[in-house]
């Protein structure tokens, strides 16, 4: 897949993060309430710049391995939230999102992730896709769910972040759940 992406949802475009968009990323890595979700700590402008830098250089890697992609609402051009998929064992990637605080509620986040799985079993011929959510998370667990996903379990003490331990709930759909999702059912008469 050349650099750099371009992915079309219905409200949303998932492209790859220019060093442009720091002052935009660091409204969302940068922010207590959404970083609680999240698998790090907030991160300050450096931090975010380190982020970018390398999420930009990882994206030029033959073969790629992660498609860390900023998530925009056109018209506007400006981030307001991230969507990964990181591939991992055979035809395997684990899903991570997140959108800005002050979008929260608007559908974004959904079809940024509806788009990347898609992109995932479609495009890169993934198998199996997984996410890790904190068990508290209870919007984005009820958005995995609505997509198709599965519990699988939970992954004690999973990450590290604001100082403890958390656990992680394990979510997983495969491909060919995501077909039969996506296909319409034909009414018989």
């Known amino acids: 897949m050349p650099y750099p992406i371009r992915l079309a949802g219905d409200a949303v475009v998932l492209r790859d993060f220019t060093m442009d968009d720091v002052d935009d990323a660091l409204k969302i890595v940068g922010d207590d309430r959404v970083t609680t979700w999240l698998s790090f700590d907030s991160r300050d402008r450096q931090g975010t710049q380190a982020m970018l830098e390398g999420a930009i250089s990882r994206a030029q890697e033959e073969p790629r391995n992660e498609y860390y992609l900023a998530i ?30 002050s979008e929260w509620g608007k559908g974004y986040a959904t079809d940024a992730a509806r788009t990347m799985i898609d992109f995932g079993f479609r495009t890169l011929g993934l198998h199996r896709i997984s996410a890790a959510i904190g ?4 919007a984005s667990i009820k958005l995995i769910e609505r997509l198709g996903f599965t519990r699988e379990g939970v992954l004690r003490d999973h990450v590290h972040t604001n100082g403890t331990w958390r656990d992680s709930a394990l979510f997983s759909l495969l491909d060919e759940e995501w077909d039969q999702a996506q296909t319409p059912t034909t009414i018989k008469a």
């Open 135 to 138: 068990p508290d998370n209870f």
């Open 72 to 101: 925009v609402a056109p018209p506007s051009d400006h981030v307001i939230g991230f969507c990964r998929i990181g591939l991992s064992g055979v035809r395997a990637g684990k899903l991570g999102y997140a959108v800005a605080a």
